[in-house]
Nanobody, 122 residues
Framework: QVQLVESGGGLVQAGGSLRLSCAASERTFSSDAVGWFRQAPGKKREFVAAISWSGIRTLYADSVKGRFTTSRDNGKNTVYLQMNRLKPEDTAVYYC???????????????WGQGTQVTVSS
């Protein structure tokens, strides 16, 4: 069983930055694609970004393209989501997830973290 732990969330003013981390325990996820999703109160969970196991391929939702960047350090068994120029509408609980194959945009990932709250004030 892979356990994923997100960290780095918090409260930030609009225009600010945060970097989320997703670390895996019990098992390396260097061969897994990792996705980032978010869920705001009263809304469905939505895709934010994803990175292939090699780090060569990345995908982003249109709403975050150009502001968010995902990267990974397989030596540290950690994936990152750098979030710049944050907006109030980015406020949500952010989750990382891992999968061995399949569509990186789809939310049917095999393993999920517990989530970290990101709040952007206006």
């Amino acid at each position: 069983q892979v356990q994923l732990v997100e960290s780095g969330g918090g409260l930030v003013q609009a225009g600010g930055s945060l970097r989320l981390s997703c670390a895996a325990s019990e098992r390396t996820f260097s061969s897994d694609a990792v996705g980032w999703f978010r869920q705001a109160p009263g809304k469905k969970r939505e895709f934010v970004a994803a990175i292939s196991w090699s780090g060569i391929r990345t995908l982003y939702a249109d709403s975050v393209k150009g502001r968010f960047t995902t990267s990974r350090d397989n030596g540290k068994n950690t994936v990152y989501l750098q979030m710049n120029r944050l907006k109030p509408e980015d406020t949500a609980v952010y989750y990382c997830a891992a999968r061995t194959n399949g569509d990186m945009r789809s939310d049917d990932y095999h393993y999920w973290g517990q989530g970290t709250q990101v709040t952007v004030s206006s």
